[in-house]
Nanobody
Framework: QVQLVESGGGLVHPGGSLRLSCKAP???????????MGWYRQAPGKQRELVAT???????RYADSVKNRFTISRDNSQKKVHLQMNNLKPEDTAVYYC???????????WGQGTQVTVSS
């Protein structure tokens, strides 16, 4: 099964920063450029929600709750997507998942998730 690999999670104080990275597996690297890449998160007791997405032409979309604090980017040569998170808040605490999607959802892949905890 194709699985993305996330890294960069951890524990940070409120107001701090973290940078998440996601690496595509070899099985999809040849078509990585065609995927819409995204970050989602799921807090305890809540549904998984969209954080940010970036298309092949680098058009971005963000959840209102993270606008002006988070930045999504992609490196097509390295087959990676990143999420720079600044001014983190306790409500940002969640497991963050990387997603790759194309063909209207017919070709969709997830990572295993990385924990982000914002606490003093």
């Amino acid at each position: 099964q194709v699985q993305l690999v996330e890294s960069g999670g951890g524990l940070v104080h409120p107001g701090g920063s973290l940078r998440l990275s996601c690496k595509a597996p070899r099985t999809i690297t040849s078509v990585f450029n065609t995927y819409v890449m995204g970050w989602y998160r799921q807090a305890p007791g809540k549904q998984r929600e969209l954080v940010a997405t970036i298309t092949s032409d680098r058009s971005t979309r963000y959840a209102d709750s993270v606008k002006n604090r988070f930045t999504i980017s992609r490196d097509n040569s390295q087959k990676k997507v990143h999420l720079q998170m600044n001014n983190l808040k306790p409500e940002d605490t969640a497991v963050y998942y990387c997603n790759a999607d194309r063909l209207g959802g017919l070709d969709n892949h997830w990572g295993q998730g990385t924990q982000v905890t914002v606490s003093s």
